[in-house]
T-cell receptor, first 115, second 113 residues
Framework: EAQVTQNPRYLITVTGKKLTVTCSQN?????MSWYRQDPGLGLRQIYY???????DKGDVPEGYKVSRKEKRNFPLILESPSPNQTSLYFC??????????????FGEGSRLTVL | KQEVTQIPAALSVPEGENLVLNCSFT??????LQWFRQDPGKGLTSLLL?????REQTSGRLNASLDKSSGRSTLYIAASQPGDSATYLC????????????FGSGTQLTVLP
């Protein structure tokens, strides 16, 4: 089954404790992206990756890091989480960034709370 | 910078009603517009995609229209059912790249039995 898998789905942590949210897709997609969703603000893009070893900042990259060492995986790293990073995070992928077919597949989300 | 607005933020209707959800955008130079459905605790599922050259798209009881000149799109749901209860988001593609996607904040729809 074609899917985007995120882990963990729910996480409560404390300020400053490094954490990683994993994202994996089984569709051989080149393009992957991370969004955060906050009430009243819609989805905002954090980082995206056009392909292996190619990543770039989205609209709200501060406080986050990413890596793309393999095509299927695109982890989101919070080196020193702060309460303003409490949010619902989504990973998404599509076959090729340069061809916007609208076939954007989303993971089920990771709800992060930073105390 | 593209901005996407969805009004109302929440809507409650009795089962069986036809309803319209609205999406407006500030820059009419769009590539496409897409409607998503988001269920609680779930990711987004694509419902309809309208290319900039199209006026509308239909899928079952759903019909999405696009008026680029006025910067508006509507999602029409016919004969609503409780299973339609979800948050509906529109997303505007500003170019051929999946990178250039701007989301609205969504309309939370509740269909009452």
């Amino acid at each position: 089954e074609a899917q985007v898998t995120q882990n963990p789905r729910y996480l409560i942590t404390v300020t400053g404790k490094k954490l990683t949210v994993t994202c994996s897709q089984n569709m051989n997609h080149e393009y992957m992206s991370w969004y955060r969703q906050d009430p009243g603000l819609g989805l905002r893009q954090i980082y995206y990756s056009m392909n292996v070893e190619v990543t770039d900042k989205g609209d709200v990259p501060e406080g986050y890091k990413v890596s793309r060492k393999e095509k299927r995986n695109f982890p989101l790293i919070l080196e020193s989480p702060s309460p303003n990073q409490t949010s619902l995070y989504f990973c998404a992928s599509t076959l090729r960034a340069s061809y916007n077919t609208g076939e954007l597949f989303f993971g089920e989300g990771s709800r992060l709370t930073v105390l | 910078k593209q901005e996407v607005t969805q009004i109302p933020a929440a809507l409650s209707v009795p089962e069986g009603e036809n309803l319209v959800l609205n999406c407006s955008f500030t820059d009419s130079a769009i590539y496409n517009l897409q409607w998503f459905r988001q269920d609680p605790g779930k990711g987004l599922t694509s419902l309809l995609l309208i290319q900039s050259s199209q006026r509308e798209q239909t899928s079952g009881r759903l019909n999405a229209s696009l008026d680029k000149s006025s910067g508006r799109s509507t999602l029409y749901i016919a004969a609503s059912q409780p299973g339609d209860s979800a948050t509906y988001l529109c997303a505007v593609g500003s170019s051929g790249s999946a990178r250039q996607l701007t989301f609205g904040s969504g309309t939370q729809l509740t269909v009452l039995p």
